[in-house]
T-cell receptor, first 113, second 115 residues
């Protein structure tokens, strides 16, 4: 069975600082990994995804994530936080044998001015 | 850019009442999904739908729930007799394919409150 763990329900960073949101997964088969973002009062928007190939994937709004199989991790980073990045971020895993996305609990990113 | 839409954005209902949540998936997508998120909890899968039948459903998706694609554009989730614990944000999603690498595109959600 697959599962996703996001460390930290809330992460607070200063504007301009590095953003690091952690995601670890467990899967018995090669997973596909996704980060979604939910802005206040909006739906879930795809930020980036890892399928195959290059392990460092770039997404929208300057975010990127690196798939590390040995660490079963897919952490999300952004070099310099912006106030508009304040949102909730969800890591999810999908495998070919299932139809559903398996979700982490989400991390609320707070940006301090 | 095509997007998934959902109506209504908010719904308040009395326990025991039937509700229908509506979704319009992206027009050329063939796979449709419902998820829900109870306040403060994880997003949970409810059901997937393809070719006019359910492909997979979770334990949450019991006999009180049903899905339908009544026409070429809408995809609905019906809860026959709502319970207090059905209060949640309900998300519809659609995808072009079924493989694990396919992106599921989500609507803005319907916030359901059962009193």
């Amino acid at each position: 069975a697959q599962s996703v763990t996001q460390l930290g329900s809330h992460v607070s960073v200063s504007e301009g600082a590095l953003v690091l949101l952690r995601c670890n997964y467990s899967s018995s088969v090669p997973p596909y990994l996704f980060w979604y973002v939910q802005y206040p009062n909006q739906g879930l928007q795809l930020l980036l995804k890892y399928t195959t190939g290059a392990t460092l994937v770039k997404g929208i709004n300057g975010f990127e994530a690196e798939f590390k199989k040995s660490e079963t991790s897919f952490h999300l980073t952004k070099p310099s936080a912006h106030m508009s990045d304040a949102a909730e971020y969800f890591c999810a895993v999908h495998v070919d044998s299932n139809y559903q996305l398996i979700w982490g609990a989400g991390t609320k990113l707070i940006i301090k001015p | 850019e095509p997007e998934v839409t959902q109506t209504p954005s908010h719904q308040v209902t009395q326990m025991g009442q039937e509700v229908i949540l509506r979704c319009v998936p992206i027009s050329n997508h063939l796979y449709f999904y419902w998820y829900r998120q109870i306040l403060g909890q994880k997003v949970e899968f409810l059901v997937s739908f393809y070719n006019n039948e359910i492909s997979e459903k979770s334990e949450i998706f019991d006999d009180q729930f049903s899905v339908e694609r009544p026409d070429g554009s809408n995809f609905t989730l019906k809860i026959r007799s709502t319970k207090l614990e059905d209060s949640a944000m309900y998300f519809c999603a659609s995808s072009d394919g079924l493989a694990g690498e396919e992106t599921q595109y989500f609507g803005p959600g319907t916030r359901l409150l059962v009193l």
